[in-house]
């Protein structure tokens, strides 16, 4: 299995909602990384953990929670989001160092309204 | 600090035509690089990397050379088609990774 795995594809969600967006990966890889991409502009790092700790945190505000239950599995939990928010998620992972490359999953594209 | 700059977009080119996309990098070490393709609606996929100086890599008729004198890392393909329309993001993995601001390529027929 070489793929990481998203979902939702698509979340609509109001401001006052609370949702969670899940990525999967079976590769063996001890990094999971949570990027927010807007329209036309490269991927920006939100989380970053590393043996299932939290090693990184991108100045994010709180509204966005990020959850690593174990090796294969990343949340981010959202809540009181603005439409600013809207964006395509991505989840990535990698083995312990970042020379190898990532790995990306497809994407939530988050609305939010 | 350590970065990459990329060629700016969009690239539009007529099918089978050559591409060059530019990408140079400053790193204090020796850095793994990459290069990354989206397709529209989609996420990022691993489209070449090498990880030292003077590495050739090549995929789907894409190719690049890691030129360690030049701190360049130039994605090239000799004949594009229209599927190969897409934002290619070029990388750098030291530290922490680093991607270029995208390069928007438009095929036509």
């Known amino acids: ?113 | 600090g350590d970065s990459v700059t990329q060629m700016e977009g969009p690239v539009t080119l007529s099918e089978e035509a050559f591409l060059t996309i530019n990408c140079t990098y400053t790193a204090t070490g020796y850095p793994s690089l990459f290069w990354y393709v989206q397709y529209p609606g989609e996420g990022l996929q691993l489209l070449l990397k090498a990880t030292k100086a003077d590495d050739k890599g090549s995929n789907k008729g894409f190719e690049v050379t890691y030129r360690k004198e030049t701190t360049s890392f130039h994605l090239e393909k000799g004949s594009v088609q229209v599927s190969d329309s897409a934002v290619y993001f070029c990388a750098l993995g030291f530290n922490k990774f680093y991607f270029g601001s995208g390069t928007k390529l438009n095929v036509k027929p």
């Not at chain 1, 999967?24 to 990384?33: K, L, N, S, T």
């Not at chain 1, 939290?54 to 966005?64: A, G, K, M, T």
């Not at chain 1, 981010?76 to 083995?95: G, V």
């Open chain 1, 1 to 113: 299995d070489t793929e990481v795995t998203q979902t939702p594809k698509h979340l609509v969600m109001g401001m006052t909602n609370k949702k969670s967006l899940k990525c999967e990966q079976h590769m063996g890889h001890r990094a999971m990384y949570w990027y927010k991409q807007k329209a036309k502009k490269p991927p920006e790092l939100m989380f970053v953990y590393s043996y299932e700790k939290l090693s990184i945190n991108e100045s994010v505000p709180s509204r966005f929670s990020p959850e690593c239950p174990n090796s294969s599995l990343l949340n981010l939990h959202l809540h009181a989001l603005q439409p600013e928010d809207s964006a395509l998620y991505l989840c990535a992972s990698s083995q312990d160092k970042v020379g190898y490359g990532y790995t990306f999953g497809s994407g939530t594209r988050l609305t939010v309204v």
